[in-house]
C-alpha cells in the first residue's frame, strides 16, 4: 500500500513529515524483482475522526482552513478490499492502482453528514491558514507537516480533486460513500 500522491514532489507529501516514505518503499518494492501491485489510497475518511472530533467535544462548529479544499476521501473497508484483492489477483500485477471515494467533499459538505448519524447540526467556518497552522503545531503536529498540508490544501484547490473508479473496476461495486463511513463510525464522535 502506499499513497495517491505518491508521484509528488516529496516536499509536496505532508505524511514524510509524519514518517511516511511511500515514494521510496514503492520504488524500492517496483525494483525488487517480485511481482507486485502498488495500491495508491487516497486520504481515509478516518482522518476526519482526528481532524474535528476535538473540535466537535466542544460544541457544533468545526473551524479549519481552505474551506474549499474538497477530497474524495475513502472508506478504509474499501482499502483493505482491494488490497485484498491485489493479493490474489494476479491480473493487477504490476499496476499503481489509484482508489479514492466515489465523489469529493469539502468541510461544509462532510460535516452535515456527520451532524445527521449523530443527531446534531454540525457546520464548518473558515479560519485563515495560518491561525490554523498555529493552532495544530500549538497542538504538537510538527511544523513541516504542518506547513506541507497547507501547501496542499491551497495548491489543490486550483484543481479538482480526484476521483477514481477503481475501487469499483476491481470490485465490481462502487466505493463507499462517506455517508456509509460516518453510518458505520457514528458512535466514534461521542
Given at each position: 500500500m502506499s499513497a495517491i500522491n505518491v508521484d509528488d514532489d516529496p516536499d509536496h507529501q505532508p505524511s514524510r513529515f509524519n514518517g511516511g516514505r511511500n515514494t521510496e518503499v514503492e520504488r524500492a518494492v517496483i525494483g525488487g524483482g517480485l511481482p507486485w501491485v502498488a495500491v495508491r489510497p487516497s486520504s481515509f475518511?478516518?482522518?476526519m475522526l482526528g481532524l474535528w472530533r476535538g473540535q466537535l467535544a466542544l460544541g457544533d462548529?468545526?473551524?479549519?482552513?481552505?474551506?474549499?479544499?474538497?477530497?474524495?476521501?475513502?472508506?478504509?473497508?474499501?482499502?483493505?478490499?482491494?488490497?485484498?484483492?491485489?493479493?490474489?489477483?494476479?491480473?493487477?500485477?504490476?499496476?499503481?492502482?489509484?482508489?479514492?471515494?466515489?465523489?469529493?467533499?469539502?468541510?461544509?459538505?462532510?460535516l452535515p453528514i456527520i451532524g445527521a448519524a449523530i443527531d446534531r447540526p454540525l457546520r464548518f467556518q473558515e479560519v485563515p491558514a495560518e491561525m490554523a497552522?498555529?493552532?495544530?503545531?500549538?497542538?504538537g503536529l510538527d511544523e513541516r507537516f504542518v506547513q506541507a498540508l497547507m501547501a496542499r490544501y491551497e495548491r489543490e484547490m486550483a484543481r479538482p480533486a480526484t476521483v477514481t473508479a477503481e475501487v469499483e473496476a476491481i470490485l465490481g461495486r462502487p466505493a463507499r460513500p462517506f455517508t456509509a463511513w460516518v453510518d458505520d463510525h457514528a458512535g466514534a464522535w461521542s
Open positions: 475518511a478516518m482522518n462548529t468545526v473551524r479549519g482552513p481552505y474551506g474549499g479544499f474538497a477530497e474524495a476521501v475513502i472508506h478504509e473497508r474499501d482499502v483493505a478490499e482491494v488490497t485484498a484483492r491485489a493479493l490474489m489477483d494476479d491480473s493487477l500485477l504490476g499496476r499503481r492502482i489509484p482508489i479514492t471515494g466515489p465523489e469529493a467533499l469539502r468541510p461544509d459538505e462532510m497552522a498555529r493552532g495544530m503545531i500549538r497542538n
